[in-house]
């Protein structure tokens, strides 16, 4: 496997479908006693970063109301 000029690597199919990576996944990579691993980010992860503003919104809009908006 071969790293590009901008440092990007492809990761081969069966490594992306055994951890289930698809386009536009987030992953990280671990380090672990000078190895690195990668791992696929939880989706959990991201959606805990906005659950204390669910609710909060004080529009109160209908949905057809705010496409309206959207589509003028």
């Not at 992306?16 to 990280?28: A, D, F, Q």
């Not at 659950?51 to 909060?56: A, E, S, V, Y």
């Amino acid at each position: 496997m071969r790293v590009t000029t901008k440092g990007q690597v492809t990761i081969p199919r069966n490594v992306r479908e055994i951890l289930g990576i698809m386009p536009e996944t987030e992953v990280e990579f671990i380090e672990e006693n000078g190895r690195f691993y990668i791992e696929k980010v939880n989706d959990r992860k991201a959606t805990k970063k906005f659950k204390k503003l669910r609710g909060i919104a004080t529009v109160k809009m209908s949905t057809d109301e705010i496409l309206d908006l959207t589509r003028e």
